[in-house]
């Protein structure tokens, strides 16, 4: 019996992580699941199609010590001229009855949040993308300085199939 388990885990870990549209993913690990407010998360990228359409997705992987139901991003996407596009991004990560939305077993749960549907990368060059929180108690000026609950922030770049 263990060993029909451990086959089927494996199976469907291979089936999940498979991804014939993938072209970039990329994970950075929050030291002790804890997101300071002053650390921005940096990933680059090149060398993609230069007409065809991307997808993008910020992923974010939180435990149960998270302590909101949503969750406010700042994320910049840079483009080798040196044009920025900067987003203000919120994001769902529960149900109102307390339920984590995303997927995985145990307390990780991990969210593929979109950030640019059908976008082109029309320049060669390095592609830059910085994600920092941007999260604040109801009423508070200043920012949560340390985020409790984000184990890693990742970046993931598909090609896009519409």
């Known amino acids: 019996m263990h060993n029909n ?4 885990l494996v ?11 993938l072209v970039f993913s990329d994970y950075e690990p929050m030291a002790n699941g804890k997101w300071n ?27 149960n010590t998270f302590p909101f139901s949503n969750l406010f991003l700042i994320a910049e996407l ?11 991004l919120e994001y769902k990560m529960s149900e109102p009855s307390g339920e984590w939305l995303g997927q995985g077993l145990g307390s990780i749960k ?22 920092a929180h941007a ?12 985020l409790e609950g984000i184990t890693d922030v990742g970046l993931e770049i598909e090609k896009s199939t519409q």
């Open 135 to 146: 999260m604040r108690k109801n009423g508070d000026v200043d920012g949560i300085h340390t």
């Open 37 to 63: 407010l002053d650390e921005t998360v940096h990933f680059q990228f090149s060398e993609l199609d230069s007409i065809e359409p991307y997808n993008m997705f910020i992923n974010i992987r939180n435990d």
């Open 11 to 21: 199976l469907a870990i291979c089936l999940v992580s498979c991804n014939s549209n």
């Open 78 to 88: 840079e483009y080798p001229n040196g044009e920025t596009i900067k987003d203000t």
């Open 110 to 131: 991990e969210n593929k949040l979109w950030f640019h549907e059908k976008i082109v990368f029309p320049d060669s060059g390095v592609y830059k993308v910085s994600i």
């Open 5 to 8: 388990f451990f086959t089927v």
